[in-house]
């Protein structure tokens, strides 16, 4: 099938959005992109555990390990379902923040939130 692509991945249209949203300097997608993309990130860390090197440390730096490349650890890959379920959460955790500002009778902040979270299930529901 000519000029057909695949769909871009979860991080691609999160990068894009955040693109954007820097050019429109909307801070308060801005922000929501970012967390997003931090959390995803966080969730393919590998915490050092009894099967990695601890390495011979250092004086000045509790836990380092020395030589190039000595505390490198394979990145867990995380499915589109999987990075597509953690933004989901982040856009739950800001729509019952923006709730709580609501309540608390901080309505522009409540907004901003909101404004956030729309951006996050765009990002979910393009198709590329």
């Not at 992109?33 to 990695?52: D, K, Q, T, V």
């Not at 890959?77 to 955790?93: G, M, N, P, Y």
Request: no cysteine.
């Amino acid at each position: 099938m000519t000029g057909v692509s695949p769909p871009d991945d979860i991080r691609t249209r999160l990068r894009r959005a955040l693109g954007d949203a820097l050019k429109a300097r909307d801070a308060g997608t801005v922000s929501a992109l970012r967390s997003a993309m931090s959390a995803i990130s966080n969730a393919e860390a590998i915490e050092p555990g009894p099967g990695h090197p601890a390495g011979t440390g250092s004086a000045h730096f509790a836990g380092a390990v020395a030589g190039l490349g000595a505390g490198d650890v394979e990145r867990r890959h995380l499915t589109e379902v999987d990075a597509a379920a953690i933004v989901r959460r982040e856009a739950a955790e800001r729509e019952a923040a923006a709730d709580e500002y609501e309540r608390a009778g901080y309505a522009a902040e409540a907004a901003k939130l909101r404004q956030g979270t729309r951006a996050l299930m765009a990002a979910l529901e393009e198709s590329g």
